[in-house]
C-alpha cells in the first residue's frame, strides 16, 4: 500500500478501530473511495474504478476495518495479559 492510500484509510477509518462499522456504513466508504479514485484519475466505469483500487491497494473497506479491529483487540489483550501476569508476579513476591 502505498503511503497515499494509507493516509486516506487513516482517515476514512479513524475511530473504527474501537466500534463496530455496520454493513451499509463500510459500503458507504466503499462508494467514496470509488468516487475519489474516479475523480482523481478521470476513469469512466467501474470495471477502471475497480481494477484501479486492486492495483493501487486499495481494498474493500470491510476487511481492513476487521483487520484494524483485530489487531487493536489483540493490542488490548495483549496489555491486558501483561498487566495481569505483573499482578500476579507481584503477589507472589508479597
Known sequence: MNYQSHIAYLFLLY???????????????DRCLD???????????????????????LHGVSNIVKNR?????????????AALMHIHYVSCLG
Open 15 to 29: 475511530g473504527f478501530d474501537a466500534v463496530t462499522l455496520s454493513d451499509a456504513n463500510a459500503r458507504v466508504l
Open 35 to 57: 468516487r475519489a479514485v474516479y475523480r482523481i484519475f478521470g476513469v469512466c466505469d467501474n470495471d477502471s474504478v475497480s481494477s484501479l483500487r486492486t492495483v493501487l491497494g
Open 69 to 81: 479491529r483485530a489487531k487493536f483487540l489483540k493490542g488490548l489483550l495483549d496489555a491486558a495479559s
